[in-house]
């Protein structure tokens, strides 16, 4: 048996869509031991997007001034690392003048 349990599209036991989900998630999902670094880069952007998403969100929901500031400073930080990932991601220095590797 091959790598994945599923030998191929339109050959397996899944059959029609369910199969077609299968082999794009086996494909578009890093591999948590790879040693690609713009893997895992794009894998973080993901999650960093979706954190700020969810700072946006609750800066509509809640009133109290301190915690809206936070939320507030938290998109931005976040937003920022997000960019530094991308820029990392394209290959472009995130911070320019410094070496590549340290």
């Known amino acids: 048996m091959g790598k994945f349990p599923v030998p191929g599209p339109g050959k397996g036991r899944l059959g029609g869509r369910d199969e077609r989900v299968y082999f794009w998630r086996v494909m578009n999902t890093p591999n948590e031991s790879s040693s690609d ?3 895992h880069a794009h894998k973080i952007q993901r999650q960093l997007t979706q954190l700020i998403d969810h700072a946006r969100a609750d800066l509509n929901r809640v009133a109290e001034p301190r915690f809206k ?3 507030a400073d938290t998109t931005e930080v976040l937003t920022g ?14 911070w320019p ?6």
């Open 37 to 39: 670094p713009i893997l």
């Open 69 to 71: 500031a936070l939320l």
């Open 81 to 94: 690392l997000k960019t530094a990932f991308q820029e990392y991601g394209g290959k472009r220095p995130a």
């Open 97 to 102: 003048g410094r070496p590549d590797e340290l």
